[in-house]
Structures are given as C-alpha cells and as structure tokens.
C-alpha cells in the first residue's frame, strides 16, 4: 500500500508502486470515475499483480466510501469499477489506565480502533469536554477513561470511531461524566447531572488539535527565563491560533513588558484573560471578542526562550488558577421536561460503560460513516 504524496502527478504514484510507465499510462486512458489530476495527496493506492495469471489490479481509495479498482487479465485491456462502500456501525467501550498520554489509555487491551483512529477518538473527547477539561495538562497519571462509542467498519475492513455516545473519566483523580442527548431535536452532550458540557468560557486557549504531542503529562512544558510565574505555560508551534476564552472585549493589546506582544480580554463577572508572547495579534483594544475567535498567534515575543503561549486568568485583578477559577462555570442545566427521558437513558449507558469491557455492546444498522 503506498499513497499518493503533495504534488504528484498519479502516474508517478503507480509507477512508484510497480506498474511500468506505459502500464500506468494505460490504466489511466480508461479512467472515467475519477479525474486523475484531481486525486488528492494521501489518497491510498493498492496495486497487485498476480504471478501466474499475469492480471493485474490497482485500487484507489478516493474517499471513506468510494472505491476506483483498476483491472486487468494478462494481455487485455484495463478495465475500471467504481465501489461504493457499505458500512456498519457498531458500539464498543474502549479504555484504560492513563499511565502516558490518553491515547495510549485510550488502547486500553481493546482491538477496537487503530492507533491514527484512537488519536481522533482522543480529540473527539477532547473537543466534547473543552469547556471544561483541559485534556492538555490536567490529565495526571493513573487517571482513568471509558468511552463509549460508535465503531464504523467498511467492507474493506477500515475501521472509524463514529459519535461518543458517553464517557466517565477521572481527570486529575476528579469523576467526569457526559453523554449524549437529544433535546428538542437537537444533539448536544451533558454531564451527569444533566447540565450542557457547553459554557461561557473554553478551559484552554489553543484548540488541542492545533497542538503538538497534546494530551501528555506535561506539568512544565516550558519553564524558561520567566521566574515567579502565575499563569498557564502552552508549548506550541510559533503561529498556532489563539482563542478568546470567552465572549468580552478587548481591553488591551500591545506590548507589556516581559509579557511581550499581549492581548487581554475583559469577560462577565470580574474575569480578564491575558495571552502574552505572541508573535502577533490581529484585535484592537476595544474591539469586543466572540468565544473562540482567533486573536493572535503563538510566538515568543517578550522574556521567552521558545515559542509557547503564557495565559493568565484574573478574578476582579487577581491572579487565578484556570482550573479552580473556570470550574464552576459551568453549562445550562436541561429542561425540566427533559429530565426523565435523561435520566433513564443515563442509567442505561452507564451501566453499559461500567460492565462491558471492550466488548460489544450493541449493534445497530448499515449507516454513513459521516453522518452527524
Ligand atoms: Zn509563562
């Protein structure tokens, strides 16, 4: 198997895996299904040739469900096939003991999902608790995570983690429920008390998917030049977008000291979040901020040794924890109508979580990989 790299040409990618030029050429004479200069990069290709029959088969895997096969019996013309692919979906508990970072935990003893799959199911849970949870840098060692989640299976034997259906964790020793629900036609995932995962503030200010070697053990990423220190280190790569950790505005941006280039956000309740060290910011002051938007870059500006981000919450101008600070900031509770229908389907889920282990535990109909 060999995929296609940035930038080449789709002959140059057959002919690297085996087909000789006029063969390739050939191949691609024939193509109606796909435009041979519009595969993409990373786009899998898996050629066979068969030794004593002489036929020989080229398979593209266009998309998740979209299969090209190339064909051809020794001496004949080549002949194409699209495919689509079925897939079912299935349910598996996969999990473990965090001993390194939460894709490893994530392994847990389960065959369920690939290690590239187990990074995304990470992420995916990553995403669902990050107004919460910072899964960079709270997560400690012999914290513990089940997930509950979609399998998708492909004829060809891909594998996808689909939707989270429900996760219980422990992050830094403290129990972490959510699930999914649907409200009024609307899916959203909660916690266990009922109360939406969503909130008025993110818990970190660089989506953990723009970060490098995320969900570690880092305590100190970066402990550079900058002593007594009373904010947030993120190491990250120089020009990683910085979020606004909440709606607010922007009450200063500009050069402050060691801090280097710096923007702070004025939100509800006495909070201000400051992000220093950037090598570039593209607010003004007074300029009001929506809950993520991007405000600047990751740099090194100011006392820094390395490019990382320095973050700060302030409580009525006093330096605060994130972690205490942002904790009960929590979501909106359900509706009350809602709560019954809640609470059954908690008890159902978790006692599902709690006594499988990385078995199956349910089996549902053929479905897209990517629906919702
Ligand atoms: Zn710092």
């Known amino acids: 198997m060999d995929t296609i790299r940035r930038g080449e040409p789709l002959s140059v990618a057959l002919e690297r895996a085996g087909l000789a030029p006029q063969e390739a050429a050939e191949a691609l004479s024939v193509a109606s299904a796909l435009d041979p200069r519009k595969v993409r990069a990373g786009t899998t290709i898996t050629t066979k040739v068969d030794p004593d029959s002489g036929a020989s088969e080229v398979v593209l895997q266009l998309a998740i469900d979209r299969v090209v096969r190339f064909t051809r019996a020794f001496g004949k013309p080549w002949v194409e096939q699209e495919q689509t692919l079925q897939w079912t979906t299935d349910t598996v508990v996969v999990g473990g003991v965090v001993t390194s970072t939460l894709t490893a935990a994530i392994a847990g003893g389960a065959e369920a999902f690939p290690e590239r799959q187990r990074t995304e199911l990470a992420y995916a849970l990553a995403d669902i608790l990050e107004y919460r949870i910072d899964l960079s840098r709270d997560l400690q060692k012999n914290d513990s995570v089940r997930v509950m989640v979609e399998r998708r299976t492909a004829e060809n034997g891909l594998v996808r983690p689909g939707n989270i259906i429900a996760a219980r964790m422990t992050v830094d020793g403290k129990p972490v429920e959510t699930m999914r629900f649907t409200q009024s036609g ?187």
């Open 186 to 372: 609307r899916v959203a995932y909660f916690d266990g008390e009922g109360k939406s995962m969503r909130a008025a503030f993110l818990r970190a200010p660089l989506a953990f998917r723009r970060i490098s070697s995320v969900f570690g053990m880092r305590r100190h990423p970066i402990l550079g030049t900058m002593r007594r220190h009373a904010g947030t280190d993120y190491a990250a790569a120089s020009g990683t977008p910085v979020r606004a950790l909440g709606n607010g505005r922007v009450i200063f941006a500009g050069w402050r000291g060691g801090y280097g280039k710096t923007v702070e956000i004025r939100h509800t309740n006495g909070f201000v979040t400051r992000y220093g060290h950037l090598r570039a910011y593209n607010v003004r002051s007074g300029q009001p901020v929506s809950i993520s938007q991007t405000i600047g870059q990751v740099g090194s500006t100011g006392l820094s040794t390395a490019p990382h981000l320095h973050f700060e919450v302030l409580v009525n101008g006093v330096h605060r924890d994130p972690r205490v600070a942002l904790r009960n900031q929590s979501g909106e509770p359900l509706a009350a109508s809602q709560r019954r229908a809640f609470e059954q389907l908690k008890t159902r889920l978790f006692a599902q979580l709690d006594q499988s282990s990385q078995r199956l535990v349910g089996r549902t109909a053929a479905a897209k990989p990517n629906g919702d």
